[in-house]
């Protein structure tokens, strides 16, 4: 509902008009709506490296394993979003002679400047990668694309395929179908965001390898992590109350 007002509050702007969404009764029914309702949002199933290595290990041959498995290490080394994703380029890749690589997030969603952002990929991404590059003859321009049949390829992947993939992908690793309807395009990057917070990775390499400009979101994503790790936490294995010491 917030979002509803401030667009209608910037249409009315962008028309040289007085918003309606400044007045009081507005602003009013929106802190009255704030004390009742409550605003937090579903979060996205985690799709975390559990998951990925047992596809990756499971999927068989063909295009279209091949494909996901390549999509699924990058998104997971990058923390993707479901645009940043599609939009990669062969060219935006860089192959090391370790063989891991980097690859150029050209624009994201919080950097609206396009000046860029490079993440790391990883040997087992690279092998997939090369394989999947290989497979489908791609040599320049998009690297993730629609599949026509079992043999074709076809033009650049839209974003809001990448859920349906992912869902695919839970399903395949045999997920019960209430978790399979919670899987989103976000999964990958919650999951990637537990599985750090996991291996105690400090925040701000989170926020970096994930682009976030705030801990907000990474804080959202870990927070049943966080909580077993927190100040009670701690407590309760200092004082017995826990018959497992909590790692911290």
């Known amino acids: 509902m917030r979002r509803y007002v401030a667009t209608i509050a910037r249409a009315h702007i962008a028309a040289g008009l007085l918003s309606p969404c400044a007045s009081e009764p507005v602003r009013l029914a929106l802190k009255e709506m704030g004390r009742v309702t409550s605003s937090r949002q579903r979060q996205a199933l985690a799709l975390?490296?559990?998951?990925?290595?047992?596809?990756?290990?499971?999927?068989?041959?063909?295009?279209?394993?091949?494909?996901?498995?390549?999509?699924?290490?990058?998104?997971?080394?990058t923390m993707a979003r479901r645009s940043e994703l599609v939009a990669f380029d062969l060219a935006d890749v860089e192959f090391m002679p370790n063989g891991s690589g980097t690859i150029l997030i050209r624009r994201s969603k919080t950097d609206a400047a396009g000046e860029g952002a490079s993440a790391y990929l990883s040997h087992e991404t690279v092998k997939w990668l090369e394989k999947w590059l290989d497979a489908a003859g791609i040599e320049?321009?998009?690297?993730?694309?629609?599949?026509?049949?079992?043999?074709?390829?076809?033009?650049?992947?839209?974003?809001?395929?990448?859920?349906?993939?992912?869902?695919?992908?839970?399903?395949?690793?045999?997920?019960?179908?209430?978790?399979?309807?919670?899987?989103?395009?976000?999964?990958?990057?919650?999951?990637?965001?537990?599985?750090?917070?996991?291996?105690?990775?400090?925040?701000?390499?989170?926020?970096?390898?994930?682009?976030?400009?705030?801990?907000?979101?990474?804080?959202?994503?870990?927070?049943?992590?966080l909580a077993t790790r927190g100040g009670m936490a701690r407590a309760a294995a200092s004082q017995g109350r826990d018959s497992q010491p909590v790692d911290v």
């Open 140 to 225: 320049e321009g998009a690297i993730f694309r629609r599949l026509i049949g079992r043999t074709k390829v076809g033009e650049r992947l839209h974003a809001d395929i990448i859920a349906d993939i992912y869902k695919r992908v839970a399903r395949w690793v045999g997920m019960p179908a209430k978790q399979v309807d919670q899987v989103s395009g976000h999964s990958v990057r919650v999951g990637a965001t537990q599985d750090l917070l996991s291996l105690n990775i400090d925040l701000a390499s989170i926020m970096q390898s994930g682009r976030w400009k705030s801990s907000r979101m990474p804080m959202r994503y870990g927070e049943e992590i």
């Open 48 to 77: 975390g490296w559990v998951e990925i290595k047992e596809f990756v290990q499971s999927a068989g041959e063909g295009l279209r394993a091949d494909r996901e498995r390549a999509l699924l290490c990058v998104a997971y080394d």
